[in-house]
């Protein structure tokens, strides 16, 4: 039941960075894992990097490795993703949602999305 709005995307040419932000309400947030997902044109969506609720354990598809970076700030009730190195294939929308249950066990579905913030990057 936990509302999350994202924000911090925009246009970059490639090798440059962007840091989205995800907010959450209530004071919860620190309960759930995180994740970060993506939907590029064309293509359904897909998953980009996870948080466990501590903040301690993270994990990315392979593709963003080395290149991204998912934290979180729980006294923020605010989970981030720092991008570097960007790529034009990194071009989509990206929303984040979370879950009760373990970082590295992604949900099969999840209740609802939000509206996300859009990336683009140029080549």
């Known amino acids: 039941q936990v509302q999350l709005a994202e924000s911090g995307g925009g246009l970059v040419q490639a090798g440059g960075s962007l840091r989205l932000s995800c907010a959450a309400s209530?004071?919860?947030?620190?309960?759930?894992?995180m994740g970060w997902f993506r939907r590029a044109p064309g293509k359904e969506r897909e998953f980009v990097a996870t948080?466990?609720?501590?903040?301690?354990?993270?994990r990315y598809v392979d593709s963003v490795k080395g290149r991204f970076t998912i934290s979180r700030d729980n006294a923020k009730n605010t989970v981030y993703l720092q991008m570097n190195s960007l790529k034009p294939e990194d071009t989509a929308v990206y929303y984040c949602?979370?879950?009760?249950?373990?970082?590295?066990?992604?949900?099969?579905?999840?209740?609802?999305w939000g509206q996300g913030t859009q990336v683009t990057v140029s080549s």
């Open positions: 949602n979370n879950w009760e249950g373990s970082y590295n066990v992604i949900p099969p579905r999840f209740a609802s």
């Open positions: 209530g004071r919860t947030f620190s309960s759930y894992s």
């Open positions: 948080i466990s609720w501590s903040g301690t354990f993270t």
